[in-house]
């Protein structure tokens, strides 16, 4: 039993994660209808950036997390505003496309800068555990969790309760509308991209700060938050969390089991449950979980 | 050989076979014959300057690697030009190419370079050196692979160092058994990473407990940048695993031992050569470490000037790369350096610095000494190279200049020395 709560845990912890950069994925998407593919370079550059505040400038962790999202929002805003301001109008495709590029621009971006080396991450909670029982729960995943529970929450209210929560739905739902009642879907795309940046900033930080410490192959988490956002619905904020909290138990679980109740399926099959799972899900629900259904008049 | 690997093989070589059709392809031997003592100009040489290929990670996730493994093929290089070059005559210049760790760019640049250089010094990874290996053959070229799989060593277009990773996991389940607290009840288990490299230390690990009457109670693989190892802990330790031999990169292996570290996994860990770098010496990890982790790899320590391989190599950098930190991977690409420089001395030796020169005088190479950096090699042709069977147990010390203390050094065990290295079908 207490293997299970353990792997349970651990498959929260990483779902956390999932559901971080998944909702980056579903903010933009939700906003500006495009899916950004840059979302792993902007994890990674959040958490090189965390690096340099703790690291190099020996910032306090928790204020270097506050000032990498920061800065992570002040280069997703910065690019939206520079360059996809000037795509307005312009077919969805192109505009994808643009963030492919960012992709490819950001990774030679942050080796050119911080090298390829291994870089540990300073911060107060690493392998650092806390002992409950039999159960051993990791700081650094308590932190994940609970700050992606902090984040839910204030995106909840954010979007419930703010004029610029309220006019990012408005502009979401229907944005001719939107801009006829004088909402500034310029200043909606800008804000999406800088949220989006500052959660994959988060993301990236917490992950860095583990034992595996920082290298530049730490975007390549986005690949597995892709299906958690899918799974969860495109659209969907709620979706991308249920969506990555899903996957993360889906993964660690298999994983913990793989070799007694999945041996049939050849070995390391959790590397490809995540991918099952969202076919499946698709199967029944082809726009996710939560995702809204596309009515369309033919 | 995967799928994967093969469907590259074979494109590659269908690729070959098209441009030499077209009547395009470099070929191997260019017009080198010479007499003894005076080789002619060939592709890669010009009568005084010997260009060498390195065609390595020099950006991606492995660039760590690739750049450390080259910056050893150039110390090397600087260190041999500064006496005048190959046979104190022949300068030697390296033409650097990156393939990002990638099989298909590994083709590419080896391509692009191939009719300008005279041989590879480097050439960075086992998928990558079996994409490349079916072009070398076409072409009559010899490429150094900087990795220790057994595959290379009845490969005649291949001019490898060191001991494969195969009698690193036999050496390394020796010292565990006869001097680490291990018997042959004891519960050995393995993680490694789920691709060839994986694959070859756990080769060596089942031929060692197969010979030992070991039972390897638990195999646990694992995709390279896994994000969270908490499960596969967890099964270790369902399995009462006493001993676990680990296959991985640096980044993964930080991961597994945190979270080993954060369960107090109490089993032993032995890691190959490369889950090491130096920054683990330092960090939250360390303590854990050094209670539990022993790293199998060749050569000594990082500093101990006690044996000359490695005093001649610290004098060297501090001339020609005076910043350069401490690094495993550095002394790899030395290596490779100086087993091409004694190719190349003893191909002007024939008086034949042509492609096909080269590949004959790797067949009458003899026995390179590493001087203690690496066990010595006996080359000559590939069906009856004897690699070294040599390995060094380390221990984690955070203040040796690496991280690690030799534990016991440069020993082979009876099953090392039992292992048959076969011609793979590549």
Known sequence: ?298 | MTRGHRLVAALATLAVAFVAGCGGASGGGGGGAGTPGAPGAAPGFDGSTIKLGVVSALSGPVAVIGKEITAGNKVWFDHLNAQGGVAGRYRVELVQEDHQYKTDLAVQRYNKIKGDVLAFTQLLGTPNTLAVLPLLKADGMVAAPASYDAFWVREPNLLPIGAPYQVQAINALDYYLTEDGGSPGSVVCSMIQDDVYGEAGQAGLDFAAQRRGVRIANTQRFKVNTTDYTGQIQALTRAGCEMVFLVAAPSDAGRIWGAAAQTQFPGRWIGQSPTWIDEFANSPLTPYLRDRVLIVGEGTEWGDTGVPGMRDMLERIQRYAPQHQPDYFFTAGYNQGRVMTALLEKAVERGDLSRAGVLAASRELGTVSFDGLSGDYRYGPAETREPPRTSTIFSVDPSKPFGLATRKYNFSSPDAQAYVFQKANL
Do not use: H
């Not at chain 1, 929560?165 to 795309?189: K, Y």
């Not at chain 1, 993301?203 to 410490?213: D, E, F, H, N």
């Open chain 1, 1 to 298: 039993m207490t293997a299970l709560l353990q792997n349970v845990f651990a498959g929260l912890a990483l779902g956390a994660t999932y559901a971080l950069v998944a909702l980056g994925f579903v903010i933009i998407y939700k906003a500006t209808g495009v899916l950004n593919f840059a979302q792993g370079g902007l994890l990674a550059l959040g958490s090189y950036l965390g690096y340099t505040f703790t690291n190099s400038l020996a910032v306090a962790f928790g204020i270097a997390i506050v000032l990498a999202c920061a800065s992570a929002a002040l280069v997703g805003a910065a690019f939206q505003r520079v360059v996809l301001t000037r795509m307005v109008g312009q077919p969805v495709f192109a505009v994808v496309m643009i963030t492919i590029g960012l992709l490819f621009v950001l990774d030679p971006l942050v080796t050119a800068i911080w090298g390829f080396d291994n870089l540990q991450l300073a911060n107060p909670w690493n392998i650092q555990r806390v002992v409950a029982g039999e159960l051993v729960l990791g700081v650094r995943d308590l932190w994940s969790i609970g700050l992606t529970a902090t984040v839910v929450a204030a995106f909840f209210v954010f979007f419930r309760y703010s004029r610029l929560g309220v006019a990012m739905r408005a502009t979401a739902f229907d944005p001719e509308a939107a801009l006829a009642q004088g909402i500034s879907a310029r200043r909606v795309f800008a804000v999406s991209w800088a949220i989006s940046s500052a959660l994959a900033a988060l993301a990236g930080i917490t992950l860095a700060a583990g034992p595996g410490g920082l290298s530049p192959a730490i975007g390549l988490i986005a690949l597995t938050a892709f299906p958690a956002m899918i799974l969860g619905g495109l659209d969907s904020p709620a979706g991308a969390v249920l969506g990555g909290l899903i996957v993360g138990l889906a993964e660690a679980l298999t994983r913990g089991y793989q070799d007694q109740l999945f041996s049939w399926a050849g070995e390391n099959v959790s590397v490809i449950v995540p991918y099952v799972i969202m076919v499946l899900i698709l199967l029944v629900r082809p726009y996710g979980l939560l995702g809204t259904a596309e009515v369309r008049r033919i």
